[in-house]
């Protein structure tokens, strides 16, 4: 399977995903959906904060260059952030590669975090 299809089907399909992109930790962009544009400074600025997530306190987290608010991680796996009443990131590490989903629109964030997690969880069982 493409990466392309990740997104497309692993995330996006599932509807609780409005925009996502895969990177690999290099910084190297595999895959990303329609009006989504993250930079490779800006995964690599998350990338770096699976090992020191302080400086995200004070900048937040830039994906697409949208801010969204830092709420919280899991060390070395998982990054949070919110934009607004209804809208975040859910940012999680595999092997090779982060996951980035974004959610909006009332859209509940679990569910994101969710759907983010499996794929990350399938990713690292196969070896990225």
């Not at 996006?12 to 993250?38: M, N």
Request: hydrophobic residues 40%.
């Amino acid at each position: 399977m493409s990466w392309q299809t990740y997104v497309d089907s692993s995330l996006l399909g599932t509807g609780h995903v409005q925009k996502a992109a895969i990177f690999g930790l290099d910084g190297t962009q595999w895959a990303t959906s329609a009006g989504f544009a993250p930079t490779a400074a800006e995964a690599k600025k998350v990338i770096g904060a699976f090992s020191d997530a302080s400086p995200l306190y004070g900048s937040g987290i830039h994906l697409g260059g949208t801010k969204y608010t830092f709420l919280r991680e899991n060390p070395g796996r998982s990054i949070y952030g919110r934009l607004g009443g209804d809208a975040g990131c859910c940012i999680v590490k595999s092997g090779k590669a982060i996951i980035i989903g974004l959610y909006e629109g009332g859209t509940a964030a679990g569910n994101c975090v969710n759907v983010c997690e499996k794929l990350a969880d399938y990713l690292i069982s196969v070896g990225y």
